[in-house]
């Protein structure tokens, strides 16, 4: 391509008040605003696309055109033998990074088997060339500008996304009464809220139980937690296998419980499951609401009063000590690029297996959101003059740039090489502008193409020079092997 004829608007002072990721994309003409991505990085996010595409491919993948990721399991019910599996479809499209545009891509793998697609998401990974740390669920490159939030266990290298961390819950704030109570009501006048009822009982926050009502797949669920335990919605979604679940409308409380909102509890409920999480076992004789406006109870016992699921239900709390190993977890910014989701039974799909036996198809997912590779890549991958991409994701392998564009030898030489370089499969830029060649130097710097070929003074003596961007180093070549020597480093 002719840069002439492109518009790449590099910039030469850094906007202010920018990450300096962000900050190095707008002066490469990469990005404007927040999600305009101009083509030089469009360049970019293809050939991430494509890395995902080749990897997919050889795992056995198929890929889809589907509106939403919904539309997976809505297919799926179509595969009508065990013989049909595995099968390991995806597809491009804007969730689940919501904030991303652009393309992202989700997966889906259903086998008789639970199958696991870390390993590919990790090839895409890796042929792209930005750094990334593994979690137990996803991986994610390290950035004081990322939206995201790891836990972290320095003494045993556990690691997790916050919103799934494992973690020890800090012990009630007093000890639970002792012996085997049965449930009694009290009067709770105008308390609706966990602070509210610990005011008038005098007791914390942590001796109570927590009720919230979801509806996941249009069932509710009562899911209990500590009374000053908050709920992980990724962790819920993931249990329901229902990414859109919701609250209950106060109709539909009334109307299953017979109380508001401020007074449900679990005791006496038959009409949907139970959800308890982990930090509630073991307790004894704790409050909850009866299901009566402004009344509670006190001596609920999990187990005894009614019964649940135990399930890892809240969102970690500062203070709180990693689950393997008891040592403190930090927490840490960075910037989510893949999600692994670990196989679950696929909802209402069932296949008979060998045996003729009706049996539950598992379903692992993942996703991989390209744009943040490409920010990933900008926020490691530069120095002074501009971005350093990996070649793998570098909008163009090899830049060529005549000195001056006004001697014709030179012209006709860069013109040659140019044209080599397309014909060896390298993606070529020449730089045909009009303009100084400091001015061509820094722009070719700036947009971190891996490869320049400088057609200068030297070529009198029919000599080009070849400069690898990451290392600035230089080499001599004649003008004739120039395009086969930029071929050859690139691809060693
Ligand atoms: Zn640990």
Redesign the pocket.
Known sequence: MLWSKLFIPTLRANPAGEPPWRQLLQRAGYLRGADRWLFPAQRSLRKIVEIAREEFGAAGAQEMLLPDSGAFEDIAREIRSYKQLPQIWYRFGAGPYARACGANLEARAFGVEPLALDGVCRRVLDRCGAPYAATESSFAAWSEDGEDSIAL?A????AAPLELALAQASPPAVGDPEGDLTPEQFHTPGCKTIAQVAEFTGLPESAQMKSLVLVAHDAPILVMLRGDHQLSEAKFAALAGDPRFRQARSSEIFEWFGAAAGSLGPVGVRNMPIYADRALAGRRNMIAGANRDDHHLRNVTLGEDFDAAFHDLRQIAAGET?A????ALTVRKAIELSRISPPRPARDLHITNAGAVEAPVWMGACSIAIERILIAAAQSGFDKDGLVLPPAIAPFDVIVTPANIGDAAQRSAADAIYRECLALGLDALLDDRDERPGVKFKDADLIGVPFRVTVGRKLAEGMVEIVERNTKRVTDTAVAAAATAVKLTASA
């Open positions: 266990c003494a045993c290298g556990y990693c393997r190993c008891g040592a």
